[in-house]
């Protein structure tokens, strides 16, 4: 078998995770359209309570990301896995049981503790090799994006036809799955492996705050998430009272998506490939401002709001993929994992924060004060990544070291003058060598033949 072709094992890690990672992603995202219209006939539900309901799922999941990624390396990914999936899962129970707005904040509070998704992501470092890890990586990238999309037209179509409750009680069924998937499906791994790449470093949190431009970068995805909730506590209602009812609400989220994923592949391989990473980044944050102008004038005219929409879908998917593309190409070496995690918390906060806001607004101004608000936002965020320099276009790979080789004091610096290295860091109580590449100059396959010979 081709060494860069994946193993059997490693096919069921990376379809299983994905799944599982995909079917608790579902669950969060059926809610976000349909909360706002439907969860006004709850019991002592305001505008500004259901913001909270959405948002309070973003602040669980900052506070418990980061700890259940460190946990999940003393008692086992797998064992992690499935107690945050029951946890989500007796979230989902709550809020399918109750009639009260206070019970679906309780439960969306619980669905939010249950977070996974540092444990997936070292999981699947511990079940594939180094070679195949990115197409792993990649692949839950990719079902992270279709799952926001089937989402978003899923909910409205299974709330309207058997209401909220419903719709809980399905996201509870599908995370009941998820855990079938991972102990049936997903693989147990024979060792389990330290990856600084996939996984949070203790006492690593200093050097990542301290970096500017991954501040700048978490800044970035802190008001991405604020004006997605934010305007998703509006949109709804303002669609109904523009006319076009609830029920049809997915066809708008079904146009909307699959037009933005056909036109946002050819500006992400712009971005790449002709490396204007910035000058994309900075354009969707304006098509992002546009987006929220839009919205605010639109008043009640349809059309006019489809467009908005549209226009905030193309953008948002776009940043969707190349910011963890930046994250990756900033963070220092041996470090990308704990960039990563303090970029997943940053993301979640925002949740957190876009829902509260835009409750509270939306409860006390109206909805064009929303809007206002998330276009003042944006503004703020043009200017400072208009400070943002171009990133380095570089790839993190970790190559695994002989103890011989481990031990040799010169090995980083001897590393660091092969061609499109940027910088190494030896660790060798972990037998690896972290590097920031240039794939254009040099690959995986000549650096392990130049450590190998080392």
Not at 59 to 85: E, H, N, T, Y
Not at 390 to 416: F, G, N
Request: with cysteine; charged share 10%; aromatic share 10%.
């Amino acid at each position: 078998m081709n060494d860069n072709q994946m193993t059997r094992q490693e096919s069921r890690a990376t379809w299983g995770l994905g799944t599982v990672f995909s079917l608790r992603m579902l669950g969060m995202f059926m809610v976000l359209p349909v909360l706002t219209t439907y969860g006004m006939s709850l019991a002592g539900a305001s505008e500004t309570l259901i913001g909270i309901a959405i948002g309070i799922y973003g602040l669980a999941q900052a506070i418990f990301q980061i700890p259940f990624g460190l946990l999940s390396d003393r008692i086992g990914r797998k064992p992690l896995i499935v107690f945050g999936l029951l946890i989500f899962t007796a979230g989902s129970v709550i809020a399918a049981s109750t009639h009260s707005i206070w019970g679906v904040i309780i439960g969306r509070a619980l669905q939010g503790s249950g977070a996974i998704a540092a444990a997936v992501m070292a999981l699947m470092s511990d079940l594939t090799r180094e070679q195949n890890r990115t197409k792993a990586m990649a692949f839950i990238g990719i079902s992270f994006g279709i799952t926001f999309a089937i989402a978003m037209v899923l909910g409205p179509i299974i709330t309207h036809a058997w209401g909220l409750h419903a719709l809980f009680w399905a996201i509870a069924v599908l995370t009941l799955c998820g855990i079938v998937i991972t102990l049936t499906v997903v693989p147990s791994p024979a060792t389990h492996l330290l990856n600084r790449e996939s996984s949070v470093v203790k006492g690593s949190f200093g050097k990542v705050l301290t970096n500017g431009k991954l501040l700048k970068l978490n800044f970035g995805i802190l008001c991405l998430h604020i004006l997605l909730m934010s305007s998703f506590v509006v949109l709804p209602q303002v669609m109904e009272k523009a006319g076009f009812p609830p029920s049809e609400h997915w066809r708008v989220y079904l146009v909307t998506m699959l037009t933005s994923f056909v036109a946002v592949i050819p500006v992400i391989i712009y971005a790449e490939k002709k490396r204007h990473m910035k000058q994309v980044f900075m354009g969707c944050v304006a098509v992002l401002l546009l987006a929220e102008l839009v919205l605010w004038a639109a008043g009640l005219h349809l059309w006019a709001i489809i467009t908005g929409i549209q226009l905030f879908f193309l953008a948002f998917n776009v940043m969707e993929a190349i910011l963890p593309s930046l994250i990756s190409k900033e963070s220092p070496a041996g470090y990308k994992g704990t960039a990563m995690g303090l970029y997943s918390t940053s993301q979640f906060i925002g949740v957190a924060i876009g829902g509260s806001l835009g409750g509270f607004i939306f409860g006390h101004a109206g909805a064009g004060a929303v809007f206002m608000a998330c276009a003042a936002i944006a503004v703020v965020w043009f200017f400072v990544s208009a400070t943002m320099s171009e990133p380095p276009y570089v790839s993190s790979l970790r190559i695994t070291l002989s103890e011989d080789v481990a031990k040799d004091a010169t090995l980083a610096t001897r590393m660091k003058s092969q061609p499109g290295v940027a910088d190494v860091v030896v660790v060798a109580e972990e037998l690896s060598a972290y590097v920031k590449v240039d794939t254009k100059q040099t690959n995986r396959q000549a650096l392990e033949a130049f450590v190998s010979q080392a």
